[in-house]
């Protein structure tokens, strides 16, 4: 450190380069993280208009986040070597290109084609969106950023439900793709106005450590996807599940013994990193667990549109956004460990308050949970990033931020895969004893779920009415079954947190210091006398 660093007072407001930096970014991550949810309210008329059948439509949203999760450890490491600024242009190019390809051609093999080429591109985004941030912003002033990243990246998917809902009110499902390639382009020609930073400690490549690393993610990524469809007893997903563990040892193994690894493990041994790594999976599990039965609850039970209903969990979002820009000073002042547990806590309340509704509950019934399910995501969700960002080293961010992403798109896949399996096995339990009653073709839809079940009620006309009170109240079964776990899964991990989170980050002074702090010490070793006060100069004076 030099002596006009010792000297210069810290920063009183943010540069305009570090507003660019941070306005760009955030919007990159919102568009990336919205295009993940912007499918599931267009699954329908996509599906209708390509002859997707089930498999397929799940594969159209799906392989977008396959790729992302994959590729994002990877992406990370390369924008470390060859420039952050590089990968997200680049990023944004590939997304951009491949969201076209569905104005192009409406075939099934294309549209999945498309999404799995968005998802590669999404992964040299997302990584170099974080990275860049820390890089551009002093220690001091990092926190408060990433508050706002965080709070950009914890709303984007409502974003993207509201965004696509309001598009296919007077458009086609193409417009979506539409949108999405026009926001990419003009953050793209953004992103040239930005400073390139990289790593400035020479790196070789790993290519064993990614091959290793993306097959571990894939399989478990893999396998949480197809296990609503196959059920955990399925061959394949238990040979998926298998040898997803087989390929993360092997990546630990290369990892422990290259030179260059692609992702040092003896981060996880900082008690930030890995307790915010944790932090942000359990956060996405439960949030993304939450979308699926919530999004159901108020379309098949209050019978609210897509549009709708997106708009209805929006206040959710703001929590989310107010709360991890207030966070961030949590942290500098009591450490991790409170606002991890403290917000964790709060949201496992939230779920618990879901467990009393009722088909009459109405919308204030889900409004109070989903505010306080808010409050408390937005006070773990910037701690959390920021822990993992700042017990890395500065040539390491694009890989701290790729471990921060990999995090949520793994917590996501678990979520989506526990609650689909808790609402389904809760829901079938409940309308079990009743099957044998029906006549024999309302068994099948009706065993099946909710949905089919509605649809056929809207063929069958009022009197197939107690059929479909029946499966309300068995989804609502479900659905308790599955909010009692994901709070039990905030509840475990927020008691883990608070033996294992960091506290506050200020200690006590030894007896028998220097004082004067830290900033004295720096002016004697380098080689500078602090200057006496005027006070104490008078006082002095005979």
């Not at 992302?68 to 590089?86: E, H, I, K, M």
């Not at 990023?91 to 093999?109: C, D, K, R, Y």
């Not at 087989?246 to 990546?251: D, H, I, K, M, T």
């Not at 009393?356 to 990033?385: C, D, E």
């Amino acid at each position: 450190m030099s002596i006009t660093e010792v000297m210069a007072p810290p920063a009183r407001g943010w540069s305009w380069a570090q507003r660019q930096t941070l306005a760009v970014s955030c919007m990159a991550v919102t568009l990336v993280i919205a295009s993940m949810a912007a499918l599931y309210t267009s699954l329908a008329p996509i599906t209708i208009a390509t002859g997707a059948n089930h498999t397929q439509a799940t594969w159209i949203v799906d392989g977008y986040t396959l790729a992302l999760a994959c590729l994002v450890l990877p992406a990370g490491a390369l924008g470390d070597r060859y420039g952050r600024r590089r990968l997200l242009i680049g990023g944004l190019v590939v997304f951009a290109a491949a969201s076209m390809i569905p104005l192009a051609t409406s075939a099934v093999a294309w549209l999945i084609a498309a999404r799995v080429l968005a998802g590669v591109g999404a992964a040299l985004v997302m990584p170099s969106t974080l990275s860049m941030i820390t890089t551009a912003f002093p220690p001091g002033q990092s926190g408060r950023a990433v508050g706002v990243w965080a709070g950009a990246a914890g709303s984007g998917g409502l974003l993207g439900l509201i965004g696509s809902g309001l598009l296919l009110q007077w458009w086609s499902w193409q417009s979506i793709f539409v949108g999405m390639a026009v926001a990419a382009v003009v953050l793209a020609a953004a992103g040239l106005t930005l400073a390139e930073s990289r790593s400035v400690t020479p790196t070789g490549l790993d290519p064993l450590g990614a091959l290793t690393g993306v097959t571990a993610i894939a399989l478990l990524v893999w396998a949480l996807i197809a296990v609503a469809d196959r059920g955990w007893s399925d061959p394949l997903i238990l040979a998926g599940l298998t040898g997803a563990a087989l390929a993360a040892e092997l990546f630990v193994v290369v990892e422990l013994r290259v030179r260059f690894p692609m992702l040092d493990l003896r981060l996880f041994a900082r008690r930030g990193f890995g307790c915010g790594a944790v932090s942000i999976t359990v956060q996405f599990l439960v949030t993304f667990g939450l979308f699926l039965i919530v999004v159901q609850y108020l379309q098949l039970i209050l019978g609210y549109s897509p549009l709708r209903a997106a708009v209805a969990v929006l206040p959710m979002g703001v929590a989310v956004v107010g709360l991890s820009l207030l966070s961030p000073l949590l942290t500098a002042r009591y450490g991790l460990r409170l606002p991890t547990v403290a917000g964790l806590t709060v949201l496992a309340a939230g779920l618990l308050l879901m467990t009393g509704l009722t088909p009459g509950s109405g919308y204030p019934g889900v409004l109070l949970p989903l505010s306080i399910v808010g409050i408390g995501i937005g006070f773990a969700a910037a701690p959390a990033t920021t822990a993992i960002m700042s017990d890395a080293d500065a040539d390491m961010h694009s890989v701290a931020a790729a471990v921060n992403d990999a995090a949520r798109e793994i917590g996501a896949a678990i979520g989506i895969a526990v609650s689909g399996t808790v609402l389904a096995t809760g829901y079938r339990t409940s309308i079990a004893p009743s099957l044998p009653q029906l006549p024999e073709a309302a068994r099948e839809p009706v065993a099946h779920s909710l949905g089919a079940t509605t649809q056929l009620a809207e063929q069958a006309g009022p009197a197939a009415q107690p059929l479909l009170d029946l499966a309300r109240t068995a989804f609502l079964d479900g659905m308790h079954n599955t909010v009692f776990t994901l709070a039990v899964i905030s509840l475990i991990a927020a008691a883990a947190f608070a033996f294992w989170a960091p506290g506050s980050p200020e200690t006590p002074r030894p007896a028998g210091s220097v004082p004067g702090g830290p900033r004295f010490v720096q002016l004697l070793r380098a080689g500078v006398r602090p200057r006496r006060s005027r006070t104490a100069s008078r006082i002095r004076r005979p």
